[in-house]
């Protein structure tokens, strides 16, 4: 039943970061709908991150849903075709790209940990919506579970291991160290605290923080035994800092050409000011770069971090795919039984309702206590036999009838018959 699943995917491996922003800015719940309403779609999640938009859906009709899928991507974002930044899976490879996904293996940053509750919370917003049924319910709860599972039994989340650790790495690696520096962090939510976490230890002269909601920056800089700033007054604390790490959730540019140039003016000496933006949509304007003295970096300028950080994990990536591999060929087998789980439900269901009828028979007789117990339960369990039997005893006489001999040696097969009869010559 893989057969219909079908996906679409825009990522960090084909697209830069302006493509993926513009499938980001749409509203996810008005994604979803766009994409139930596909034809022949049945159930459908969408995937948005800092480094890739995913559409999963399982469709009745693979053929008419790929093609509306198409036409609705083209449509929300009319890409250059030559660019051929949207990939297109189908059946086992969708199913396995979010097994990949969920652990880690199709981040930039391989093995990150975000990228688990992401996928986690795209499920979780889908059911909300009403738009998750058995078929990718199943598949993302195996999904979630393999990323808890590779992240347990393989060392592949360990060390640098998300766009924070590889920003503050980057940083590292172009000053030489960050000891005696000045860093100004932006933002104090989940992607400016894992920055927080890997400044520890790296002996910068001060740290500013600043955040819109002032109480979450003086959180933050009281972890790193640095100084809250307001949101207001950041810019003027530009000019004193080394580097600037941008990590906020706002959907504008909050850091503009014309306040670096500002800060530059202010600012004592020669030295460069390194800024990495890791925010998602962008908050710093690409123009910044062209400030005199200012070296702008974004998620886009951390690819080569995330080359050396495959080429150091590529031992536990082997291992990660072999877990992968296991996992998605138990959910191949659990696909399939959902089939028979339906035709069990309804077979279970028939026959509770005769189960029932015949006990409160067999109960009303005993209560009347004219009758002696053996007999009621004797008859109790002939009258069930005889319901229980009556469909697969006509199903049998009409195929002798009709000389139905695949469905004589089925019903042999079902009901385990020792001795069955050879209907081979018959």
């Not at 830069?16 to 999640?45: H, Y």
């Not at 160290?177 to 400044?199: C, F, P, S, W, Y």
């Not at 035994?225 to 810019?235: E, P, Q, S, T």
């Not at 200012?294 to 080429?311: C, S």
């Amino acid at each position: 039943m893989m057969d219909s699943i079908l996906s679409a995917h825009i990522t960090h491996k084909q697209a830069l970061m302006s493509d993926i922003e513009k499938l980001a800015e749409l509203d996810p719940s008005r994604l979803l709908r766009s994409a139930i309403g596909l034809p022949g779609a049945t159930e459908c999640v969408a995937l948005r991150t800092c480094n890739r938009v995913e559409i999963y859906l399982a469709t009745s009709e693979p053929v008419r849903t790929r093609k509306a899928l198409e036409d609705l991507i083209n449509g929300l974002v009319p890409f250059d075709a030559d660019q051929s930044l949207v990939q297109y899976l189908a059946n086992r490879d969708s199913v396995k790209h979010i097994l990949r996904v969920a652990s880690g293996l199709e981040s930039m940053i391989i093995g990150e940990d975000q990228i688990q509750s992401q996928v986690k919370e795209a499920f979780e917003h889908a059911e909300k919506e009403g738009t998750v049924g058995p078929m990718l319910s199943i598949v993302f709860r195996k999904a979630i579970s393999t990323g808890k599972k590779v992240r347990s039994e393989t060392r592949v989340n360990k060390g640098c291991v998300s766009v924070g650790s590889a920003a503050v790495e980057l940083a590292e690696e172009k000053l030489g160290t960050l000891a005696g520096k000045n860093i100004l962090v932006v933002g104090a939510g989940e992607m400016a605290t894992l920055i927080a976490k890997h400044l520890v230890g790296k002996e910068p002269k001060a740290i500013f923080v600043s955040n819109r909601t002032y109480a979450r920056a003086v959180e933050l800089a009281w972890v790193l035994h640095g100084k809250a700033v307001r949101f207001d007054n950041f810019i003027e604390f530009i000019s004193q800092a080394d580097v600037v790490l941008v990590a906020t959730s706002a959907t504008h540019m909050i850091l503009t050409k014309d306040h670096m140039e500002k800060a530059m003016k202010g600012r004592k000496g020669n030295s460069k000011i390194m800024v990495i933006d890791v925010s998602f949509p962008r908050n710093v304007e690409p123009q910044v770069s062209g400030v005199p003295g200012v070296e702008l970096f974004d998620i886009d300028g951390l690819r080569g971090k995330a080359e050396e950080n495959l080429l150091r994990r590529r031992a536990e990536i082997r291992n990660a795919e072999a877990i992968i591999a296991s996992e998605l060929s138990s959910l191949g087998k659990r696909i399939k039984e959902m089939k028979a789980d339906e035709i069990l439900a309804r077979l279970y269901g028939k026959y509770s309702e005769i189960r029932e009828r015949e006990v409160q028979k067999a109960l009303n007789r005993l209560a009347s206590g004219s009758e002696p117990a053996e007999e009621v339960l004797r008859d109790l369990a002939q009258a069930m036999m005889k319901r229980f039997l009556a469909d697969p005893t006509k199903v049998l006489k009409d195929a002798c009838r009709e000389g139905e001999i695949d469905i004589i040696e089925i019903m042999q097969e079902i009901f385990r018959l020792e001795g069955a009869l050879d209907v081979s010559s018959k």
